[in-house]
């Protein structure tokens, strides 16, 4: 360090001397604090010692990440600058620059850029590249486009290389839909029924928002789509979203979970925006995956102020976070749960009301006691009620869990046969109207999971047996 600080002081020394020289130091949040690393040095000492000199005129370039991570830490230093914002151009202002920059490309790579491809480059990247700003990310996209384009259709950049570009890098579906896709989106309703029992409503209104927002009927502000789910527990609200997640957007991974019961004070807005001494448990996951689905439990018991932070992300579809970077709602789901109100539910099912009215009575419940306020329920594309389980349906339930756990005996060569006695079993256990099926896991987990493991590790059952499990005792039968 204290070799650096001598080569400083003497180029500081030149500068002044000389009284014809501007400075200009690039990434000077790796200048100012912080951690000491590569390419990270901390010179406040020296450089306070030089500002104080009408003749040691600098130009200190930071990124709006460093000027609140680093920069603003350190208030000596930023009280001897005067801040100049430099705002990105205009997606008009791009294409000009594009257009500039073409022939150096063009001669660059030996390929030619049609101007559809620049329109489209300006586009794909203003709607899906949030975090870089113009017009670096669209010179990114188009320079590599060009190293990658296929030399099949000759030496064109097209608005398809650029798709492709764009797609891989964002992990985003863009441009034309697949025919994989189309077929995920006409058949939603199906493929979601496989892991879902009952609930056809909240099937139904999350497979329509979504064919209309892929469609691009209208121009959306918001992200793709935004649910409030209501309803007892265990009726199948977070499986819904953990089913969507895995169909649509290919991985239960691409889920990112909130517990809303974490966030009661508005203290607790960093933490989910980010500020300079962590990462935002909202904005980060988002940032870093925007193609995913924000699940936010029990939405009810999250403090009002930060209720009012969705307002923004339902409306405008972005926010931004705790270190003024924006981020990008647009190619997100969101689901909020809660189980607030269920009782109107419950007491609407003992007395056999009709359904279709109890919406508007529990709606009405949770404004009277000011659960939610209207503006916040009507930023959503719907309300979805999540009616409770009949026995029919547990049977149905248990029938996928055991499945579940059939197909992982199949791996091992051992085949499971569930019967329709252990399935009434289980459900006489775990029936619970309040409840729902959240009791049917521990029942199997209990009875069946754990019967099965202890019969593995003690060899009782092994590769090729055929077995059924006793709904009486819960032992384990080795069928001939």
């Known amino acids: ?59 200190a370039i930071a990124s709006y990440t460093g000027l609140h991570k680093q920069i603003e830490e350190n208030p000596t230093v930023l009280n001897l600058f005067s801040k100049v914002e430099v705002k990105e151009p205009s997606p ?70 650029i798709d492709r570009i764009v797609a891989r890098k964002t992990e985003i579906p863009v441009g034309k839909i697949e025919t994989k896709e189309k077929e995920i989106l006409l058949n939603l309703e199906d493929l979601i029924h496989q892991r879902i029992i009952n609930q056809e409503e909240a099937v139904r209104e999350v497979s329509t928002s979504l064919r209309r927002a892929r469609a691009k009927l209208k121009e959306r502000k918001g992200p793709m789509g935004g649910f409030l789910f209501l309803g007892p527990t265990g009726v199948g609200k977070t499986e819904t979203s953990k089913a969507l997640a895995e169909i649509y957007f290919g991985s239960e991974e691409k889920m990112i979970r909130l517990d809303m019961s974490e966030f009661q004070s508005q203290e607790d807005i960093p933490r989910l925006m980010g500020s300079s001494g962590e990462e935002g448990l909202l904005t980060t996951p988002v940032r870093e995956d925007p193609f995913s689905l924000v699940l936010l439990d029990e939405i009810e018991k999250a403090h009002p102020n930060i209720l009012n932070l969705f307002l923004q992300v339902l409306d405008d579809g972005h926010i931004t976070d705790g270190l003024g970077r924006k981020v990008d709602f647009k190619n997100t789901i969101i689901i ?29 419940r949770l404004f009277d006691e000011k659960t939610f306020r209207p503006e916040f329920i009507n930023r959503f594309d719907a309300v979805v009620l999540f ?7 547990l049977l149905d339930i248990a029938q996928l869990m055991l499945k579940s756990i059939q197909q992982g005996l199949i791996e091992k060569n051992i085949e499971f046969i569930i019967t329709e006695e252990l399935k009434e079993k289980i459900v006489e256990l775990g029936y619970d109207i309040t409840f729902g099926a959240r009791n049917l ?32 005792k819960f032992k384990i039968k080795i069928l001939d």
């Open 1 to 59: 360090m204290d070799q650096v600080e001598d080569t400083l002081d003497k180029i500081f020394k030149e500068v002044i001397n000389a009284k014809n020289v501007i400075l200009v130091i690039d990434d000077f949040h790796n200048f100012v604090g912080g951690e000491i690393g590569p390419g990270k040095i901390d010179i406040t000492g020296i450089l306070a010692t030089y500002l104080k000199f009408a003749e040691f005129k600098i130009i």
């Open 336 to 364: 909020a749960t809660s189980n607030a109100g269920y009782e109107v539910i419950l007491d609407a099912l003992r007395n056999n009301l009709d359904f279709s009215v109890v919406k508007e009575k529990l709606l009405n």
């Open 387 to 393: 009616k409770p389980l009949t026995k029919e349906n």
């Open 92 to 161: 008009q202002e791009t294409i000009r620059i594009l257009q500039r920059l073409a022939p150096r490309l063009e001669a660059k790579y030996n390929r030619f850029i049609t101007y559809p491809a620049i329109g489209q480059v300006v586009e794909l990247t203003g709607r899906y590249i949030a975090d870089v700003p113009f017009p670096k990310k669209a010179i990114n996209v188009l320079e590599e486009a060009m190293i990658k384009t296929d030399n099949v259709r000759g030496k064109w950049v097209l608005p398809e290389d």
């Open 441 to 472: 896991k521990r029942v199997i987990q209990d009875n069946v999971e754990n019967v099965l493991a202890e019969a593995l590790l003690k060899d009782e059952v092994k590769k090729g047996d055929r077995i059924q499990i006793d709904s009486k």
